[in-house]
């Protein structure tokens, strides 16, 4: 199966294979031929499975040709999102007369309002910021004949379902409306009873289980030895590029600023910080400029970033389902990646959690030469569900050795 066999557009095929892709993946190859077919679609892939290409492919041969409205909206949940699928749509079109535009918030609305102006076919918007200008009366959505909500279920826990219902309201009945969720709580359910008629269902890549690339490791650690032991992991790990993961912004923050004093190059992402240093973060982690990301769940989900060779989790995730978007940053198109996760007593029923929803226990590692507090969990067998203050004292069953260098 090659691109040439779906009824693409030409120059969307010439397109996509100037990016270097020549098969599609699975996702692309069943809902390809379904939108292409004017089908309605209901996709639970995740990030990281094609799935951008999977509706922007189909999408770009539909539009053809530059209209004179927007026909295309796509809401994203986060700016970084929306950046990359417009980048996507764009590589995708480059040899198409299409025009592609993007709004987020957390910018100046002077430039974007002038692209709005000179007209756009496929707008890529964050809610928020379609909403102010929809409120303004520069977006005008009559026209729109193709609408995708992606990353629903992100967006519901973002609190943007209110946003979403009243983008939607604005868009003519009639039209193909793409929808993607990685999961289907009830109130994204009867959204897309309202939202989707008669809907392909597409279920692919709902991937419980991280990529078989990646090495997972958890350390115990005593609370007050956390920074500690994440500082001696960077030293003894022959990292290329890693994502530190945290519970908070605040931590995200304190965690950065306490690597940079011990000059590592450090970059940090979180909701609370301006477009301008997200993007500039993003970017310099991205041509290697930062060594180390450190960032709160915003850049856990659907972020390409290429070559990320580690993930640490500071702090365990609160949802397994974050253990698997966080870990997925590494170990992308089939190259190797370390995630190594720390956790204390507290946490110890959270990581119980995502050994059971991924079904694999991961190996408890203690990291030679590092200077240990006594935590109870280095008996962790004997220490029931929800008790991880009890414990005995042994050492035994735990695997020593820093991982292997790279
Ligand atoms: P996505 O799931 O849309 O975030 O895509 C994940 C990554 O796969 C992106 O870097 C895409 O550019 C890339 N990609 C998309 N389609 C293909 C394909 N058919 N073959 C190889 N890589 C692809």
Same mark, same amino acid.
């Given at each position: ?40 679609? !209901? ?55 299409? *025009? ?14 002038? !692209? ?17 200008? !929809? ?47 990685? /999961? ?15 809907? *392909? ?44 993961? /945290? ?73 397994? *389902? ?7 940053? /590494? ?28 079904? !694999? ?46």
């Amino acid at each position: 199966m090659d691109f040439q066999n779906f009824g693409l557009h030409e120059a969307v095929v010439h397109g996509v294979q100037s990016m270097g892709y020549s098969e599609p993946t699975p996702i692309q190859a069943r809902a390809i031929p379904s939108v292409l077919g004017g089908r309605d679609l !209901m996709g639970s892939a995740q990030t990281g499975t094609g799935k951008t290409a999977a509706f922007a492919l189909p999408l770009l041969s539909l539009l053809k040709s530059h209209g004179k409205k927007i026909r295309c909206l796509v809401l994203e949940p986060t700016r970084e999102l929306a950046a990359q699928v417009e980048i996507a749509f764009k590589d995708y079109a480059r040899f198409f007369d299409v *025009e592609i535009g993007m709004i987020q918030g957390g910018v100046g609305f002077g430039a974007q309002k002038q !692209m709005l102006q000179n007209g756009v076919d496929v707008l890529v918007a964050t809610p928020g910021r379609l909403l102010d200008f !929809m409120e303004e009366g520069v977006v005008d959505l009559s026209g729109i004949e193709y609408l995708v909500l992606d990353e629903v279920d992100r967006m519901l826990d973002m609190g943007f379902l209110p946003q979403v219902r009243r983008v939607v309201e604005k868009c003519p009945k009639q039209r193909q409306t793409l929808f993607f969720s990685a /999961t289907l709580p009830p109130e994204i359910e009867s959204l897309t009873k309202w939202v989707l008629k008669d809907p *392909e269902i597409i279920s692919i890549g709902e991937r419980r289980s991280p990529a078989e690339t990646v090495t997972h490791a958890l350390y115990p650690v005593a609370k007050d030895q956390k920074f500690d032991l994440l500082l001696a992991l960077l030293e003894k790990t022959q990292y290329h590029s890693v994502i530190v993961f /945290t519970a908070t912004k605040v931590m995200a923050d304190r965690v950065a600023a306490r690597l940079l004093d011990l000059k590592h190059p450090v970059a940090c992402m979180h909701a609370d910080r301006s477009q301008s240093e997200r993007s500039e973060a993003l970017e310099g982690f991205k041509t290697g400029k930062y060594e180390v990301l450190v960032a709160t769940d915003v850049a856990a989900r659907g972020l390409d970033i290429a070559s990320v060779s580690h993930v640490i989790n500071f702090d365990v995730p609160g949802h397994p *389902e974050d253990y698997v978007h966080r870990i997925g940053r /590494t170990g992308r198109a089939q190259q190797e990646g370390d995630a190594f996760t720390l956790f204390t007593a507290e946490e110890l029923d959270a990581v119980r959690a995502i050994e059971r929803y991924i079904n !694999m226990s991961i190996p408890r590692q203690k990291l030679e030469g590092f200077n240990y507090l006594y935590t109870a969990l280095f008996n962790e067998s004997a220490i029931p569900q929800g008790g991880a203050a009890r414990g005995g004292r042994t050492l035994k069953g735990y695997s020593f050795g820093a991982r292997k260098k790279k």
